[in-house]
């Protein structure tokens, strides 16, 4: 079973900057990173292929501002998030799928996510 370990979350001001991190025991044919806010369903921000071709792909609501990037020497995936809203504010988690299939579908292995606040 894949460990994924999730790291980086804090408190920021809106405007601020974070970088998560998230190593890996073995990666899936792609990774990802999810976020949940109170209340809310998970949602899929960014995700990133690890075999054959594919681009990255990211969520509409951070375009521009999110990039998500994979260090494979060190078996991690970073999420660096520039431009923070308070609407980012949620667990973000780190997650890995093996099949084909539509964006953020099919994810099978996840973290234990880490916390992301942003205040106004």
């Known amino acids: 079973q894949v460990q994924l370990v999730e790291s980086g979350g804090g408190s920021v001001q809106a405007g601020g900057s974070l970088r998560l991190s998230c190593t890996y025991s073995y990666p899936g044919h792609y990774m990802a990173w999810f976020r949940q806010a109170p209340g809310k369903e998970r949602e899929g921000v960014a995700e990133i292929p690890f075999r054959g071709g594919g681009t990255t792909y990211y969520a509409d609501f951070v375009k521009g501002r999110f990039t998500i990037s994979r260090d494979g020497a060190e078996n991690t995936v970073y999420l660096q998030m520039t431009s923070l809203k308070p609407e980012d504010t949620g667990m973000y988690y780190c997650?890995?799928?093996?099949?084909?299939?539509?964006?953020?579908?099919?994810?099978?292995?996840w973290g234990q996510g880490t916390q992301v606040t942003v205040s106004s």
């Open positions: 997650a890995a799928r093996w099949l084909g299939g539509s964006w953020f579908e099919g994810y099978t292995g």
